[in-house]
């Protein structure tokens, strides 16, 4: 496998693996991640294979991932050949409500202490982990700006926020001379599109890398989980999303999950692979996409994720996948179709235009 083909993120100077190692799994403290022993190998095994781009927040895991991961940096002497990434915004600390938000006092104390944990004193790109609903962005923005300007910060990113917050974000940054946003962090899959509708073409215009997180659906795309393996006790959830409201509703398989499902496994066997290297080929080779985050528990299965780097789908496999989880037409983005503009803005004729 080969993880040395870099892209650069967004307009940023970031130079990064097209897969980031993703480190939500390190640590045992959710009930479903992994011992350090299992952490370290993939770890290994990552950079390695020429992988540059690990991703973790300070919530995880309550900061063991964070923990494992400056460890482990650190033990390689690999801190400035790597892309570290982490994130701030959700709660650390129970009964102290500025342990958590977007606001100036968390970011300075999320920030020192994600430093801390990771051995560093500088992070290469850091994340809003999600949009607190109520912290001005001149706040956040202006803070994250002077953090960078002190050097502690290298390139910031958005995880989980609006595509018009984003998008105003970007215009603010511009008018005002804030650093700008350099890659958006979103759900991703052939089970969850709704980015393609504002986020993905937002993102293009305004010049931002775009990282799926969740590619397999926590698991459910690399075909392991059938109807009945995934029930538990009629709920339809998948055993590793136990507890876990926000995971838990995403994947529960509706009918429709279910056959695209169905259709990545048909991929798959058609073309002698697996239906994980199908699912994750389908997100690289999507327009605006710069990567993914990949969140491997055992070896073969970052191996197996790394293959789809060279999976290049038939056409004709791309299209049925496309079809298979197209997203419903709602308003008013049946206006925005090719048939559509075709017929009720170009007057029938045939008329080239650059693609959005
Ligand atoms: N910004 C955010 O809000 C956010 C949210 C979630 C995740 N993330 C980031 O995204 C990363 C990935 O998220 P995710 O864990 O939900 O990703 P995912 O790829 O959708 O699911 C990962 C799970 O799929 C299974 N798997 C992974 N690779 C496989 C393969 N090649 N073949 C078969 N099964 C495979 C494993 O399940 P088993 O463990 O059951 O084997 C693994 O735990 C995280 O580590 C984190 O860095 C960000």
């Known amino acids: 496998m080969n993880l040395r083909d870099y892209l650069v993120l967004g307009r940023s100077g970031l130079r990064v693996s097209r897969l980031a190692l993703g480190t939500m799994t390190f640590g045992t403290e959710w009930g479903w991640g992994i011992d350090e022993a299992a952490a370290r190998s993939l770890f290994d095994r990552y950079v390695e294979c020429g992988g540059n781009f690990v991703d973790t927040a300070d919530v995880y895991t309550g900061g063991t991932s964070e923990t494992w991961v400056g ?3 650190k033990e390689r002497r690999l801190r400035d050949k790597l892309v570290l990434a982490t994130k701030f915004s959700f709660n650390v600390e129970a009964g102290n409500p500025n342990a958590g938000g977007n606001g100036r006092k968390n970011l300075y104390r999320a920030l020192d202490a994600s430093l801390r944990r990771l051995g560093t004193d ?4 850091y994340w809003v982990h999600c949009w607190d609903m109520s912290t001005s962005i001149e706040e956040v923005a202006s803070t994250l700006t002077d953090l960078v300007r002190a050097g502690k ?3 910031i990113g958005l995880s989980d926020v609006p595509a018009w917050y984003a998008a105003r974000w970007q215009t603010l940054a511009e008018r005002h001379g804030w650093e700008k946003i350099a890659a958006l962090q979103l759900e991703y899959s052939l089970v969850e599109r709704s980015i393609e509708r504002e986020h993905i073409p937002m993102a293009r215009e305004l010049g931002m890398g775009v990282l799926a997180w969740g590619p397999l659906a926590g698991g459910l795309l690399s075909g392991k989980y059938t109807r009945e393996t995934t029930e538990i006790a009629g709920s339809g959830r ?3 999303m136990k507890g876990n409201p926000l995971v838990a509703a995403r994947t529960a398989p509706s009918e429709a999950r ?5 259709a990545v496994k048909a991929v798959a066997e058609e073309l002698g692979c ?3 290297e199908v699912a ?3 997100i690289l080779g999507r327009p605006g996409t710069s990567g993914a985050l990949i969140g491997a528990t055992k070896i ?3 191996d197996g994720s790394s293959r789809a780097l060279a999976l290049v789908l038939p056409e004709e496999a791309r299209r049925r996948l496309d079809e298979v989880s197209a997203l419903d037409v709602v308003h008013p983005y049946g206006h925005f179709r090719e048939t559509f503009q075709k017929s009720m803005i170009d007057g029938g004729d045939n008329v080239q235009r650059t693609a959005p």
């Open 71 to 73: 460890k482990l940096v």
């Open 122 to 125: 500088y992070v290469d790109l």
């Open 153 to 155: 910060v290298r390139a």
């Open 238 to 240: 998948l055993d590793r």
């Open 258 to 262: 279910w056959q695209t499902v169905l």
């Open 274 to 276: 697996s239906a994980a």
């Open 280 to 282: 994750l080929a389908w």
């Open 300 to 302: 073969d299965q970052l």
